[in-house]
């Protein structure tokens, strides 16, 4: 049997205000409960101490040992790490992207955002751009990637299903620990067998919590609501991924629900509604939000959270403009666009009459050692923006979460100098089991890369035998294959199988060839040309 021809990566690839909170420990009465009975046991003798203090040694080791065991416990219930999560859903109504979306992702603020998730609706389709747009990258995704790729993010991961499309991007740090990507979607339209309606979703592992993001557009029009609930719940049911703890959306630790949900505001008259928005008092219509009403009703509605609703109404806008809807039709403003969350419902304890065993067994005592926390800091919508019949939408979050590791699996360095003028070593280490594969592969990135497969060249890992845990290998890349000038740049180890990065070296410099001069790359001064 002929043995099997390793290809490149990338044609791997195409084969295959009020600030609201949740919390994945605290969402009952009950949950945490034991930690803070501890907690306050502790406390208690510390007081108890106190009172029969004096100068005695044996007292005052006493007092320091009650109090390092309440500040730990402490330290284990509370998260200590905080991250920044920016989502922004925006039906496109097939425009091209503006030309600036500083304001759209905030590109100024600080602290920097770790993770953007963006969710668009209505990416033209037409069927000569939708094959162009797979052949290469469509407009939307090229601008986001042009725009946040010199600030140090990278794309993480995308899917289409023709209009709909979701990107996430996050800060170059990041990567090894954004791991067990898988994307999928569900077509909705026309009895599930069109994709203009339905919902695409990215998964992964965030420093071990996992995480879904889910970018709906659901049935239009007011008479619809039912049908929209029912799509949902239809989406919900359906995607499935390849992961044993997460096969379906509701097993991951928090879902995010975003995108052009088309809920409408029911009953109101156009002058009640267009008054009440000109005065700002949103809350008027709250009552008659469809979706508002419908998590009233649906059980499985009601675990998801939502911000309250104190901007506009983000469609249907005259194009270019800040005026609702001026045409003959003049359809009704309503909030079609929105962010929601769930937190997973901690599982209850099993009815045993062995509380002992009970205690020890449940699913989520590891979840209780590392909770997250989801904060919302801004919900709003951004009116600067006219492309669109809809204005976009932004959701930003703070994560806080307990790491349930902060190594990367592979350990890489490049050896010695690196340039064109001869060939470059490079070694890597396996600092944990995890699924390695003969077709992993190395690659060498220019800093600012824009994903995962932009790199300038790559090498295969050793192919012999896979490595020992804290085993050191070192492979090398031909000289034709480094760039010629000088650059900053860092190597990157894929999992095949875990389709993600799964170590970086730290950045380096590539040192200028002599051979740049000689092929006329730089001017005799030394200036590139």
Not at 316 to 343: C, E, M, Q, V
Request: proline share 4%; glycine share 6%.
């Amino acid at each position: 049997m002929a043995e099997a021809v390793k290809m490149a990566p990338d044609a791997l690839s195409s084969l295959d205000g009020l600030r609201a909170r949740s919390d994945s420990t605290s969402s009952t009465a009950s949950q945490g409960s034991k930690g803070k009975l501890l907690l306050r046991q502790r406390l208690s003798q510390l007081l108890m101490c106190v009172e029969d203090l004096s100068s005695d040694d044996e007292a005052n080791e006493e007092v320091s040992r009650t109090l390092d065991e309440a500040f730990q416990l402490c330290g284990r219930f509370s998260p200590k790490d905080a991250f920044r999560l920016h989502m922004v859903t925006w039906n496109v109504a097939t425009a091209e992207p503006p030309r600036d979306v500083i304001s759209l992702l905030q590109l100024d603020v600080q602290p920097p955002t770790d993770v953007y998730v963006i969710g668009l609706q209505e990416v033209n389709a037409a069927p000569l751009r939708f094959l162009s747009d797979l052949l290469m990258e469509d407009s939307w995704s090229h601008m986001l990637m042009g725009t946040l790729a010199p600030r140090g993010y990278v794309k993480v991961s995308s899917v289409r299903m023709q209009g709909l499309l979701l990107l996430v991007f996050t800060k170059q740090m990041h990567l090894p620990f954004i791991r067990d990507i898988q994307t999928t979607y569900t077509r909705t339209g026309i009895f599930g067998y069109w994709g203009n309606k339905g919902g695409v979703s990215v998964r992964f592992s965030f420093y071990g919590h996992m995480l879904c993001f889910l970018n709906c557009h659901l049935a239009a029009h007011m008479n619809y609501a039912l049908q929209r609930v029912d799509e949902f719940e239809y989406i919900l049911d359906t995607q499935d991924f390849d992961f044993y703890n997460t096969p379906n959306i509701r097993d991951h630790k928090v879902v995010f629900w975003f995108g052009d949900l088309n809920f409408r505001i029911a009953d109101h008259g156009m002058h009640f509604l267009r008054s009440s928005i000109e005065s700002e008092r949103y809350n008027l219509l709250w009552a008659k939000d469809q979706l508002l009403t419908m998590r009233k009703k649906e059980p499985f509605l009601q675990e998801f959270e939502e911000g309250p609703l104190r901007f506009k109404p983000t469609y249907k806008f005259d194009r270019n403009s800040d005026t609702y809807d001026s045409s003959g039709k003049k359809r009704k403003p309503a909030w079609t666009d929105r962010i929601l969350w769930r937190i997973k419902p901690k599982t209850p304890p099993p009815e045993e009459e062995d509380d002992e065993k009970a205690s020890t067994s449940t699913a989520d005592s590891h979840e209780d050692e590392c909770p997250i926390r989801v904060l919302q800091d801004i919900y709003t919508c951004d009116t600067s923006y006219g492309v669109s019949d809809h204005k976009p939408v932004l959701g930003v979050f703070s994560l806080e979460l307990r790491k349930h590791y902060d190594t990367a699996l592979v350990r890489l360095s490049p050896e010695g100098q690196w340039s064109a003028d001869q060939d470059a070593a490079l070694s890597y280490t396996i600092l944990e089991d995890f699924m390695s594969s003969t077709w992993d592969w190395i690659g060498l990135y220019k800093i600012g890369f824009k994903s995962v497969l932009d790199y300038i060249t790559f090498v295969w890992v050793k192919g012999d035998d896979l490595p020992e845990v804290l085993e050191t290998l070192q492979v090398s890349l031909n000289k034709d294959a480094i760039p010629l000038l000088r650059g900053e740049y860092v190597l990157g180890y894929y999992s095949t199988n875990m389709q993600c990065i799964v170590g970086l070296s730290a950045n380096f410099q590539i040192l200028e060839s002599k051979r740049a001069a000689l092929e006329g790359l730089v001017s005799e001064n030394g200036l590139k040309k």
